[in-house]
């Protein structure tokens, strides 16, 4: 029972290129979050969203935007891909305002983006 | 903002031993703290998490603690087993309302056999 699905598993680009991630999700979850995993960094986040159109930036919201124009569908956007962008990218989703057995935030299984 | 760091990043033990991952968090309006689990080349998924209303909650083999006044809380795993071998990851948060979702640098337990 898949409920975070991004869009592509692995994905290869060149520099230059503007790239689009996509993440779906089938909870009606309000939150959504785009993250970006490196060996040794953990998951740092790039932008979160707590509604349509809403978007926060997170920790590392350069070189990156999102799109949020339905609430199942959270995009994020690479406007000219670059080489250190090279990286694992999840998305997860969480309620605002959660009972106490649904706490916690999903996540997809990961794009695998490598930019040359 | 919330800024959360966690030690160790990488943690052995044997089969049957304790392990214990740290973290620490800044903002005081954090009252949430999860705690993910990530194994090899899954997705992070929620494995036990504390309010700050608590001090203590235990599931199992699994439990974690949290101290207010000191901004810290850890994980900590009894008689681990080879299948406990994966990232874990701390976060901080609100519980509720528009919040960011940040998580420590990760540790990577392996327990050998």
């Known amino acids: 029972d898949v409920k975070v699905t991004q869009s592509s598993r692995y994905l290869v680009k060149r520099t230059g290129e503007k790239v689009f991630l996509e993440c779906v999700q089938d909870?009606?979850?309000?939150?959504m979050f785009w993250y970006r995993q490196d060996p040794g960094l953990g998951l740092r986040l790039i932008y979160f969203s707590y509604d349509v159109k809403m978007k926060e930036k997170g920790d590392i919201p350069e070189g990156y935007s999102v799109s949020r124009e339905k609430k199942e569908r959270f995009s994020l956007i690479l406007e000219s891909a670059s080489t250190n962008q090279t990286s694992m990218y999840l998305c997860a989703s969480s309620l605002v305002y959660p009972a106490v057995m649904n706490t916690e935030a999903f996540f997809g299984q990961g794009t695998r983006l490598t930019v040359v | 903002g919330e800024n959360v760091e966690q030690h160790p990043s990488t943690l052995s033990v044997q089969e049957g031993d304790s392990a214990v991952i740290k973290c620490t968090y800044s903002?005081?309006?954090?009252?949430?703290f999860p705690w993910y689990k990530q194994e090899l080349g899954k997705r992070p998924q929620l494995i036990i998490d504390?309010?700050?209303?608590?001090g203590e909650k235990k599931d199992q083999r699994i439990a974690v603690t949290l101290n207010k006044t000191a901004k810290h809380f850890s994980l900590h795993i009894t008689e681990t087993q080879p299948e406990d071998s994966a990232v874990y990851f701390c976060a901080a948060t609100r519980y509720t309302g528009f919040q960011k979702l940040v998580f420590g640098t990760g540790t990577r337990l392996l327990v050998s056999p």
């Open positions: 903002d005081s309006a954090s009252n949430y």
């Open positions: 909870m009606d979850h309000e939150n």
């Open positions: 504390i309010r700050s209303n608590v």
